[in-house]
């Protein structure tokens, strides 16, 4: 599973502005919702959802990097989108640092193999520093579409 | 001094190792101060390693292999393995996620 097969582009939220974990999410959710990933009508219930996944521990799991999810009905497949924050989000992290980085999951409640092979797929990007510099330095969707096509494996597409 | 110990242990759970079992091993691992990894094929994790751990993408069913190595290796193996056969229990069964 490659990250451009489920991060929604057009869903990229380059300057997330959020001053808080709630705010962050629920940014990114309504920019899943813009973009067409979800339906208008279920994004209530995913930030709710998705900030009561948060109550079990904070999926802030370090090096600035966040993956608040969840699973719900309303996909049929795994929807991600990225955000990036220049000033940094205070999400409760693991090791205690404001996060840069957020990939925010949405999958189908009957595909738990999706779900992790999605997480498995960024897990293994975001461990990488350089990678995970050059996406704090992307100002663009298309910077950061670049660098996720270039994670996969591909040439970048125009 | 440091011969390793392992153990086989199995992923429980429809989820697998998604990242509510990926926190509390690495939480376990980090209460000790041997070296601990989790193999799964030819793909290591450092059990304190939360990243390395998801990179694993283990699913129900995976067979794994717990090592460690250091003064409290076996003690840390026998931890470990403990987690997995209660299940991620307490926690895993809060989270449909």
């Known amino acids: 599973m490659k ?28 920019s899943l919702k813009s973009s067409g990933a979800i339906p208008e009508a279920d994004e209530e219930g995913i930030v709710a959802a998705i900030l ?4 079990l521990g ?36 693991l090791d205690g640092e404001d996060v840069f ?37 992307s100002s663009t969707k298309q910077d ?11 040439q970048p597409s125009k | 001094m440091s011969d390793a110990v392992t153990a086989n242990v199995t992923v429980p759970g429809a989820n697998g190792l998604h990242m509510v079992p990926c926190s509390l091993i690495a ?16 793909t290591t994790a450092d059990a304190r ?9 283990a699913a129900e069913g995976t067979d794994l292999e717990c090592k460690a190595s250091g003064e409290d290796a076996s003690q840390a193996v026998a931890s470990l393995v403990d987690l997995f056969e209660s299940g991620f229990e307490g926690h895993a069964h809060r989270t449909s996620n």
């Not at chain 1, 097969?5 to 380059?14: G, L, Y």
């Open chain 2, 49 to 57: 390693n939360i990243f390395e751990l998801l990179g694993l993408g």
């Open chain 1, 58 to 93: 904070s999926t802030g799991i370090g090096n600035g990097v966040a993956v608040p999810h969840t699973k719900h009905p309303s996909v049929d497949r795994l929807v991600a989108t990225v955000g990036l924050s220049k000033a940094g989000v205070d999400f409760a992290s």
């Open chain 1, 3 to 30: 990250l451009n097969e489920f991060v929604v582009a057009d869903a990229i939220v380059p300057d997330l502005q959020a001053a808080s974990k709630e705010d962050a999410i629920r940014v990114m959710v309504a």
């Open chain 1, 101 to 137: 980085i957020l990939f925010l999951l949405v999958s189908p409640p009957d595909r738990p193999g999706d779900h992790l092979r999605g997480l498995e797929n960024i897990s293994r990007h975001l461990r990488d520093q350089t990678f995970c510099s050059f996406l704090r330095q």
């Open chain 1, 144 to 154: 950061i579409i670049d660098l996720l096509d270039e994670a996969d494996g591909n």
């Open chain 1, 52 to 55: 009561k996944r948060e109550e």
């Open chain 2, 27 to 42: 939480q376990r691992a980090s209460k000790f101060v041997c070296q601990i990894t989790i193999r799964k094929g030819n």
